[in-house]
């Protein structure tokens, strides 16, 4: 149970802002919400975390609705070698991650 | 700075054998080590975690053990492989410390077919 809820696969333009979406409706007040990407035959890599406020990073920036049941992940400016399946994942932070099936984005040329 | 190597990279082993995948982590001490599965086409499946030396917790119940001999060093074995053990294996680790979120690093992974 990934507790979270994501669409399977997006496309996106490269130069574009890739945005993906999250639901994690139950999360409880002290759950993080984290963000991995998993590229091809390759370990997953961590991206981004927030807890209330919105977050940003040399790679993305996370906004987390007030209500917290939701969030989105930002590429700003998406290229090729963002290919990948992104997770979405809540967590107390320092305990076992339990991973859903992410969405698989694609960036188009 | 932190590196964690996990060996072989891939492996093709005959149903029935024995498997045993290391993981190792240099350059901190003390941390959470994870065991995860990915079947093809899946999401991560969290197999074991262990704490500290000798502490292992099982996640699901399968023919898999691990065993965490030393600090930094976290292995993956089976006494007789199924042909639903194949899938790629990914080691993680977490440096904890209180009041801080803790991201996981992952290994390379190895790659395992039982035929």
């Known amino acids: 149970d990934a507790k979270t809820t994501q669409p399977p696969s997006m496309d996106c333009a490269e130069g574009r802002a890739a945005n993906l979406p999250c639901n994690h409706s139950?999360?409880?007040?002290?759950?993080?919400v984290y963000w991995y990407r998993q590229i091809h035959s390759q370990g997953p890599q961590y991206i981004i975390h927030?807890?209330?406020n919105n977050e940003t990073n040399e790679m993305a920036s996370l906004i987390i609705t007030e209500d917290r049941k939701s969030s989105t992940l930002i590429l700003p400016h998406a290229t090729l070698r963002d290919t990948a399946v992104y997770y979405c994942?809540?967590?107390?932070?320092?305990?076992?991650?339990?991973f859903g099936t992410g969405t698989r984005l694609t960036i188009i040329p | 700075s932190q590196t964690i190597h996990q060996w072989p990279a891939t492996l093709v082993q005959p149903v029935g054998s024995p498997l045993s995948l290391e993981c190792t982590v240099e350059?901190?001490?003390?941390?959470?080590l994870y065991w995860y599965r990915q079947a093809a086409g899946r999401g991560l499946q969290l197999l074991f975690y262990?704490?500290?030396?000798?502490?292992i917790s099982s996640e699901v119940p399968q023919n898999l053990s691990a065993s965490r001999p030393q600090d930094r060093q976290f292995i993956l074995s089976s006494k007789k492989l199924l042909l639903s053990d194949s899938g790629f294996y990914l080691c993680?680790?977490?440096?904890?410390?209180?009041?801080?979120?803790?991201?996981?690093?992952f290994g390379p992974g190895t790659r395992l077919t039982v035929l």
């Open positions: 350059g901190t001490s003390n941390p959470n």
């Open positions: 993680a680790w977490v440096k904890v410390s209180k009041g801080s979120y803790n991201e996981q690093f």
């Open positions: 927030g807890l209330k």
């Open positions: 262990s704490v500290g030396i000798g502490q």
């Open positions: 994942i809540r967590s107390f932070g320092n305990e076992k991650l339990t």
């Open positions: 139950t999360i409880s007040g002290n759950e993080y």
